[in-house]
């Protein structure tokens, strides 16, 4: 048999004080191709699976049914998200996954119970930042001039690195999370756009989403966009493993 795994959650969050010894259906929960949601017990934690017959299309629309048992298991307790496309294809492989990653599912439980994960996308089209944004492309061959290239090329990651920095410092201030992820990348129109994921108490989610006039008064000239509340994928010790 099959799993698909949607996450992982405390047994006790989903069958109460009952300690089951085999997959208990989780009433008006489904997954994939609207198949029946299970909790796969394995020592103190419970499996989100369903049963799943490997056809390769894994779509949008089950894409959307993964985040939606994710997120509905987040509204009742604290989620250890797998990555979407995640299959154990033995009952075997899924309690070995648990037995071998329990230590950091721990941590993770205990770091992350009664936290929520914020995203803020910071776009900047700075006309100051076109030059620093543009890819030197390197001369195909060796030389001063390859060596040249190589220099500016890292001049110019710099200059991207020490903005990002700056701006992520500057939102750190305003937002004050617990902890926070930062990537930055070029986008298409010759801007950067920041990423920022920010770890709160779930508690203090509107006093965060109410800092976002602020943080539009004190960025001029950059866009942000604010989502969440979401489980906290950035912030889980160690591997999930598939």
Same mark, same amino acid.
């Given at each position: 048999m099959a799993? *698909?795994? *949607?996450?992982i959650v405390e047994q006790q969050a989903v069958q109460g004080g009952i300690r089951a010894r085999r997959p208990v259906p989780v009433e008006g929960l489904k997954g994939i191709a609207d198949a029946q949601i299970f909790a796969y017990p394995? #020592?103190?934690f419970s499996v989100l699976v369903s049963e799943y017959i490997p056809t390769g299309d894994l779509g949008q629309k089950a894409l959307l049914q993964h985040a939606h048992v994710v997120s509905e298991c987040f509204k009742r307790t604290t989620v250890l998200p797998f990555r979407f496309g995640t299959v154990f294809d033995t009952d075997e492989s899924l309690r070995r996954a648990v037995r071998i990653n329990r230590k950091g599912f721990t941590e993770s439980v205990t770091k992350l119970k009664g936290k929520a994960e914020m995203h803020l996308k910071l776009?900047?089209?700075? #006309?100051?930042?076109r030059e620093a944004m543009e890819e030197i492309e390197l001369p195909a061959t060796v030389g001063s001039e390859y060596l040249s290239k190589l220099r500016e090329k890292a001049v110019r990651q710099r200059e991207r690195q020490t903005k990002a920095r700056a701006l992520s410092v500057q939102v750190h201030k305003i937002f004050s999370p617990l902890d926070q992820d930062v990537c930055c990348r070029k986008v298409d129109s010759g801007g950067m756009l920041i990423d920022i994921a920010h770890l709160i108490d779930h508690k203090k989610v509107e006093k965060y989403q109410n800092r976002y006039q602020m943080a539009t008064r004190h960025l001029p000239g950059i866009e942000v966009v604010m989502s969440g509340p979401w489980p906290p994928y950035h912030f889980i010790t160690g591997k999930r493993s598939s």
């Open positions: 799993w *698909y795994a *949607y996450c394995s #020592g103190d776009l900047i089209k700075d #006309g100051s930042l």
